[in-house]
């Protein structure tokens, strides 16, 4: 469902979605990209981490916060609707992940098709199973997990362009199911 709903500050609001896992180093950089950005926009971090792991972010919000006209928060683990209405509410979805980590060499993050499916721009790492996916030619990268790197990608996204990647997620739900009922009739 699109619920048209949008932060209306006159900001460019930024979700990072996911696990606060160190190992996987998503949110920490998430938050560290902040120190690179001003006043006009606002990363959100939204998902689930142990009890060490939240307080860890938390802290790691106030540290980038004080250096930084960037808003930063810390907004739960959203779940259903309530996390569709959060993310549709944001302008671009982040997939910052290690990598360096061996899951990356043949896994895709499926939070870029959440990201994608509600109608948001999405930065990533370059890694080949994401550059080369469907959806590859349809994000920003950035070339190093640093916090500069991951800011000047998002500075990067001109939310002034025409941009529709719910329809592109339907062009390639289409083109799978065309793909998947020619295979069925040659088996």
Do not use: W
């Not at 500050?9 to 120190?35: C, L, M, N, Q, S």
């Not at 993050?109 to 499916?117: G, V």
């Amino acid at each position: 469902p699109d619920y048209n709903c949008r932060f209306n500050d006159g900001k460019t609001h930024i979700v990072y979605a996911g696990t606060f896992d160190p190992r996987k180093g998503g949110a920490v950089a998430a938050v560290d990209a902040a120190e690179f950005l001003d006043e006009n926009y606002h990363i959100h971090v939204i998902g689930f981490g142990s009890d060490i792991e939240i307080k860890y972010l938390k802290e790691e919000i106030v540290r980038v916060s004080n250096k930084t006209k960037c808003v930063v928060s810390y907004d739960g683990l959203k779940h259903g609707d309530e996390y569709i209405r959060f993310i549709q509410s944001c302008d671009i979805g982040l997939s910052t992940q290690n990598p360096d980590a061996a899951f990356n060499a043949t896994s895709f993050p499926s939070k870029i098709l959440s990201y994608l499916s509600n109608g948001l721009r999405v930065v990533s790492i370059r890694i080949p199973a994401i550059e080369g996916s469907d959806v590859g030619d349809k994000l920003f990268y950035y070339d190093e997990q640093t916090p500069k790197q991951i800011a000047d990608a998002i500075l990067s996204v001109d939310m002034a362009q025409a941009y529709d990647s719910r329809s592109d997620i339907v062009d390639l739900s289409n083109k799978f199911q065309n793909e998947l009922m020619l295979m069925m009739k040659d088996y």
